[in-house]
């Protein structure tokens, strides 16, 4: 992988991870009922989650392009304009309302439900098989370029993540406001609207 493609995909990686999804609102809710050191469990369990889901999407995404090399760019145009629908769905549930509240989950389960609500969400595989297409050079071994981007994402993932742990377990009446999610949600949809029509420019321009 060229470096300013890492560095690309780094910038990009850590952008997506910090948008408002299903594993850091579980973890935000957490770190606000229990502490922000309980929320890191939490964000362990949604890492080992992630985890299994790249192994698939990494398999997947390989056997395609071994078996039809020629669909491998559909893909890059099908994820750029998924992840812009996702950033325009993510703006209009704003206003949606957001229940953070999770007293009756045992401490000792919190590991194990952000392993499960992340393994199981397929909307995260689907995310994953469109996002990292954009990055993957097909004129090298895709193998080797997973070695590289696997562990780098999951190490942006456990790190950002355990941000979100550790600001909404310190800023607790924060998040608590309605308000205040409503406007981290649409932040995120436009940047993801924002990112998904980089990348199809990106694509145009190749």
Do not use: C
């Not at 609102?25 to 009922?33: D, E």
């Not at 491998?72 to 099908?78: A, G, P, Q, S």
Request: glycine share 6%.
């Amino acid at each position: 992988m060229e470096l300013h493609v890492f560095i690309a995909f780094v910038i990009a990686t850590v952008i997506m991870i910090a948008l408002p999804g299903p594993s850091v609102l579980l973890t935000v809710a957490h770190s606000i009922s229990f502490g922000w050191q309980r929320g890191i469990v939490t964000v362990a369990g949604a890492t080992m989650g992630i985890a299994v889901q790249l192994t698939i999407a990494a398999i997947s995404l390989t056997s395609l392009l071994n078996v039809v090399a020629q669909a491998f760019e559909w893909l890059r145009w099908t994820g750029a304009v998924y992840l812009i629908y996702l950033g325009i769905k993510q703006w209009r549930s704003a206003n949606d309302p957001l229940i953070l509240e999770t007293s009756s989950v045992p401490k000792k389960n919190l590991f194990f439900q952000g392993l499960v609500i992340t393994t199981f969400n397929p909307k995260s595989l689907i995310f994953i098989a469109a996002f990292l297409p954009q990055f993957i050079n097909t004129a090298i071994p895709v193998g080797s370029q997973f070695i590289i981007i696997v562990p780098t994402f999951l190490v942006i993932t456990f790190t950002v993540t355990s941000v979100w742990a550790l600001v909404a377990g310190k800023a607790s009446k924060f998040f608590r406001s309605q308000k205040a999610l409503q406007t981290v949600s649409r932040t995120s949809g436009g940047l993801m609207v924002a990112a998904g029509v980089g990348l199809a420019a990106a694509r145009r321009s190749n």
